[in-house]
């Protein structure tokens, strides 16, 4: 067999900067200072392999960006992205079999462990693709007839795949007690819930100042249109939406007639620190969220979310002393209904939930909170998840 290299990292792109990929990168790291002596010779750490790094959200030059090792399938086309990662994971086999253990995460990069012939397989779940699963019905009212029959199709062919391929691991790994629930629901799959790592160290409390922050990648499933539209009925609140994502130019007309909201795009790590540092708190009401890492950076920097009580959030976030936690109308189940009168009462519904909390969410009384979500913040520090991550992997 030869020198193993330790561990090997697979997640499936870096096409955003997301907590996933934050994730990825983390395990990367920490994993590469390990070192291994058998005898007289000396086994690396860990090296992490994605299908693509987009070079519009990630600086290629940065010396932990040209460690990483690609397969060379960038589109910036998504079907086409998906589809050349898929096949350059399940063609992986020489990459994969020179490690003894194997971190899989995402959806599409567990696929190579049918070329695996040797060690322990873990696969690190952020969620199972939520248009397979638990969201299907809200992605498929989205499309025109020919577009639900190419996802059905594409569902038949993939899904099979993705189910086979963890039952295979040796170990599944949930972020979040959620996520827990959605593998057992879905695909009677037991797994152990390690919450993500959140490099809460790089947030501070700096100040407060005249804004509200939104994170959140902008994505129909994250609601971020259901915050605007919440600050175009409060002209005099000001809104900073601080991401990207596909919904971005919509969004952005959506808010062209609201001078109070503005939008900066992906930041940067060190620009990210002082916008959220001195905001007022954070809105984040994204639709029966996984885990959601910007919450957690949020109470980090000392700063209380608004968010909706579903999902991670339930888990992170603690009703009047963390944030303020809005109540669902319906069962996330009704919420993808395609029942046009219960739909426009939901969207009227968060609107005017997002602006109550708002209202409540005074800068006073977000300082209030600030010690306690620094508190708070402390359970999710790199350190418990790699310990825990450590006693799980060294079992095995």
Known sequence: MGTLLKKGILYDYLQ?????????????EYYDGFQQTEGSQQAEGSQLLVSSINPDNFDLSLPAIQKI??????SSIAPLRILKTIHGFKQSQSYINQFEQVIYSGFYAPLAINQRSYGNNFYYCHTPPRYLYDLKDYYRQKLNVVGRFLLQSYSDWYQPQYEQSLQQMDKVISNSINVQKRLKHYLNID???INPPVNIDRFKWLGQGDYYLSLARLEPYKQ???IIEAFKQMPDKKLVIASGGSDYERLKQLAVSAPNISFTGWYSEAELVPLLGNAIASVYIAKDEDFGLSPVESQAAGKAVIGLAQGGLLETVRHGETGYLIEPQFEPELITKNLKKGKAIEESYLIDATIKAVEWMTSQRALSLKNKCLENA???????FFEKMDVLLNND
């Open 191 to 193: 797994s152990v819930v």
């Open 378 to 384: 402390k359970n999710y520090h790199p350190r418990l």
């Open 224 to 226: 971020v249109d259901k």
């Open 69 to 74: 090792q690609t397969l060379q399938s960038f």
């Open 16 to 28: 955003v900067q997301g907590g996933a990929e934050q994730v990825a990168l983390m395990l990367s």
